[in-house]
């Protein structure tokens, strides 16, 4: 499986402002998911990132509020905009593994808004 | 109505007990299926696929009943170590993201 990582891991940020998340992976993947988990729930897709083209954005998320970007086939940076604290989460970034579809996950950043 | 559901439990067994978790899913065009573990404050990590065959590895073994649509998962001579949450995930045909259940939560106790 590909080795994923994920910086920062964790921050606390004041409301308003903006916090970007860059995924790094160690091999070249063509499609890169990001996932937000609220404390105490399951995963909840905000997107699929395909290199050279705009991410796919799943209901209740936007662009404007998630700009997404995938520069090359092991890179990407999810941006939350102007926050507040609903944005508290752990969002995750993952890739395919394999013939199945199954994912593999980053160790996810953990996002405090105060 | 949910994609995957799952009971949350938490189920609390003694060490050496066997446990079993049920998954249902509302998709029947659903095809691949997963377990997962997720440790606290940790990303989930892949436990097994499940395929329709059933599958066994070690201690664990994932069942799919197509008709009945539902995945389990059993835990055998259960360890402290197997204490997590454990997601059931289902990928539908053609899709390429994965749908989450909200997990079981087990505590194995010594």
């Known amino acids: 499986s590909a080795v994923i990582s994920q910086k920062p891991s964790r921050d606390i940020c004041q409301r308003g402002t903006s916090l970007t998340i860059q995924c790094q992976v160690d091999?070249?993947?063509?499609?890169m998911f990001w996932y937000r988990q609220q404390p105490g729930q399951s995963l909840t897709l905000i997107a699929t990132?395909?290199?050279?083209?705009?991410?796919?954005?799943e209901s209740g998320f936007v662009i404007d509020k998630f700009p997404i970007s995938r520069p090359n086939l092991t890179f990407s940076t999810l941006t939350v905009s102007n926050m507040s604290p609903e944005d508290s989460s752990i969002y995750l970034c993952?890739?395919?593994?394999?013939?199945?579809?199954?994912?593999?996950f980053g160790p996810g950043t953990r996002l405090t808004v105060t | 109505r949910k994609e995957v559901e799952q009971d949350p439990g938490p189920f609390n067994v003694p060490e050496g007990a066997t446990v079993a978790f049920n998954c249902t899913y509302s998709?029947?065009?659903?095809?691949?299926f997963f377990w997962y573990r997720q440790d606290c404050r940790k990303e989930p990590k892949l436990l097994m696929s499940?395929?329709?065959s059933g599958n066994e590895d070690g201690r664990f073994t994932a069942q799919l009943n197509r008709a009945s649509q539902y995945i389990s998962l059993l835990i055998r001579d259960s360890k402290l170590s197997d204490s997590a949450t454990y997601l059931c995930?289902?990928?539908?045909?053609?899709?390429?993201?994965?749908?989450f259940g909200t997990g079981t939560r087990l505590t194995v106790i010594p």
């Open positions: 990132a395909n290199q050279g083209s705009e991410a796919t954005y």
């Open positions: 995930v289902v990928i539908q045909t053609g899709a390429n993201n994965l749908f």
């Open positions: 998709n029947s065009a659903s095809q691949s």
């Open positions: 499940v395929y329709s």
């Open positions: 091999s070249q993947v063509t499609m």
């Open positions: 993952s890739v395919e593994g394999g013939i199945s579809y199954e994912q593999y």
